[in-house]
């Protein structure tokens, strides 16, 4: 079975998930550092998107809508272009962005759903309550 009841992925896609996450670091680091981004920007943002956690203080819904705006590689693209169109600082931003979604996804981290933080398109993250 591929897709588990909940959605998510299993392996061995889910192990290919991964990996890609991995290169997306890899490359966005990477990228980051042949373009001369200053590494005090990057340690600085690189957790910078976790801060959409904050939204399932509002409870699990408004939580995980939250979380996969501030998790899915739509917002660094659209970033990356404005900022080569303006040739500023952005792109250096994208690349962070794109390197922490590429960390979380390599950790098996993926986008929420709306049940509960751990329920993600990559499978159940962390032990559930009253396991």
């Not at 998790?71 to 990356?80: F, M, R, T």
């Amino acid at each position: 079975m591929v897709v588990n009841s909940m959605g998510a992925v299993n392996s061995p896609p889910r192990m290919w998930l991964k990996a890609e996450g991995l290169a997306v670091f890899a490359l966005s680091s990477l990228t980051y550092y042949v373009f001369g981004g200053p590494w005090w920007l990057y340690v600085l943002l690189i957790l910078a998107p976790d801060l959409a956690m904050l939204g399932y203080l509002g409870g699990p819904a408004l939580g995980a809508r939250l979380y996969n705006l501030a998790h899915s590689y739509v917002g660094p693209i659209i970033l990356a272009i404005v900022g080569a169109v303006t040739a500023s600082a952005a792109v250096a931003v994208a690349l962070i962005w794109c390197a922490h979604i590429g960390m979380d996804r390599m950790l098996g981290y993926g986008l929420k759903y709306p049940t509960a933080f751990g329920d993600t398109h990559l499978g159940t993250v962390g032990k559930r309550p009253g396991v």
